[in-house]
T-cell receptor, first 110, second 118 residues
Framework: GQQLNQSPQSMFIQEGEDVSMNCTSS?????WLWYKQDPGEGPVLLIA?????ELTSNGRLTAQFGITRKDSFLNISASIPSDVGIYFC??????????FGTGTRLKVLA | DAGITQSPRHKVTETGTPVTLRCHQT?????MYWYRQDPGHGLRLIHY???????DKGEVSDGYSVSRSKTEDFLLTLESATSSQTSVYFC?????????????????FGDGTRLSIL
């Protein structure tokens, strides 16, 4: 079946640093979503992208819909301790439901 | 926060027993989904519903059934639980202004049910 590859799988960063993560697929998607999940809670939607090349921000978060439609990127600027958690991407192909990546675990060192 | 309530939040049961998980929403959204989340696999779709009494299978539907008798409730049943069904189960909802079988609108998740089958 379709799979999404998220990288990195985990990362440790210093508070104040910028963070970049990405999601790639062998298939084309026409919608990309980015979620954050805290321990013991469900994923929370951060950003939705609907058009190739689209760049959307939500506070310190910026996400981009890759122009090939096979990838998406999430950047977090000036990280803070509450950014810790697992970040998931999800892609929608139009022929099936959303496919979720396996997540990037972010840990922020104060 | 989206008005999604999952119950129970935690459950421990024995192999072979039936288990029913409930998802209740107050958003009047058309679409509802059940996922399981396991280490290394991310979120995998079990079943989904695109309207009252309208359901379809996801990628890991074996051993699970669902029912949706009213808009606000979506039930997931394990008829005879097995240890491989130990997981965290999430319900999600989404809306669309076009009535069709699939929706690309963002899904909003409940806080999950942690199910352990011994």
């Amino acid at each position: 079946g379709q799979q999404l590859n998220q990288s990195p799988q985990s990362m440790f960063i210093q508070e104040g640093e910028d963070v970049s993560m990405n999601c790639t697929s062998s298939s084309i998607f026409n919608t990309w979503l980015w979620y954050k999940q805290d321990p013991g809670e469900g994923p929370v939607l951060l950003i939705a992208l609907y058009k190739a090349g689209e760049l959307t921000s939500n506070g310190r978060l910026t996400a981009q819909f890759g122009i090939t439609r096979k990838d998406s990127f999430l950047n977090i600027s000036a990280s803070i301790p509450s950014d810790v958690g697992i970040y998931f991407c999800a892609g929608y192909s139009g022929t099936y439901k959303y496919i979720f990546g396996t997540g990037t675990r972010l840990k922020v060192l104060a | 926060d989206a008005g999604i309530t999952q119950s129970p939040r935690h459950k421990v049961t024995e192999t072979g027993t039936p288990v029913t998980l409930r998802c209740h929403q107050t958003e009047n959204h058309r679409y509802m989904y059940w996922y399981r989340q396991d280490p290394g696999h991310g979120l995998r779709l079990i079943h989904y519903s695109y309207g009252v009494k309208d359901t379809d299978k996801g990628e890991v539907s074996d051993g699970y059934s669902v029912s949706r008798s009213k808009t606000e409730d979506f039930l997931l049943t394990l008829e005879s639980a097995t240890s491989s069904q130990t997981s965290v189960y999430f319900c999600a909802i989404s809306e669309s202004n076009i009535a069709r079988k699939y929706s690309n609108q963002p899904q909003h998740f409940g806080d999950g049910t942690r199910l352990s089958i011994l």
